[in-house]
């Protein structure tokens, strides 16, 4: 089984910044990618970007240039850097770590900008 846990959200001012984590524990080694998704009131879930175990990285168009996902392994921690934020950033953000067998989800963590 793997465990998630998101952290580091919380409210900024459009034009600021955060950092989101996810760490990860239990049997991390069936873990093919993580993936960052987030979900506004009245929208559906979409993907904002994913990284593989190889360094992999893929962005949805509406981030490319500011936000950033990296891990450290040492940690089994995944980041996403987020610059620039934008009130349409605003949702509650979710990690999720993927298998071929399974995907884990943790409890998400909530991201609101103001305008």
């Known amino acids: 089984q793997v465990q998630v846990v998101e952290s580091g959200g919380g409210l900024v001012q459009a034009g600021g910044s955060l950092r989101l984590s996810c760490a990860a524990s239990?049997?991390?080694?069936?873990?093919?990618?993580i993936g960052w998704y987030r979900q506004a009131p009245g929208k559906q879930r979409e993907l904002v970007a994913t990284?593989?175990?190889?360094?992999?990285?893929r962005y949805a168009d509406s981030v490319k240039g500011r936000f950033t996902i990296s891990r450290d392994n040492a940690k089994n921690t995944v980041y996403l850097q987020m610059n620039s934020l934008k009130p349409e950033d605003t949702a509650v953000y979710y990690c999720?770590?993927?298998?071929?067998?399974?995907?884990?989800w943790g409890q998400g963590t909530q991201v609101t900008v103001s305008s």
């Open positions: 999720a770590a993927l298998s071929i067998y399974m995907n884990y």
């Open positions: 990284i593989t175990n190889g360094g992999s990285t």
């Open positions: 239990g049997n991390i080694f069936s873990i093919n990618v």
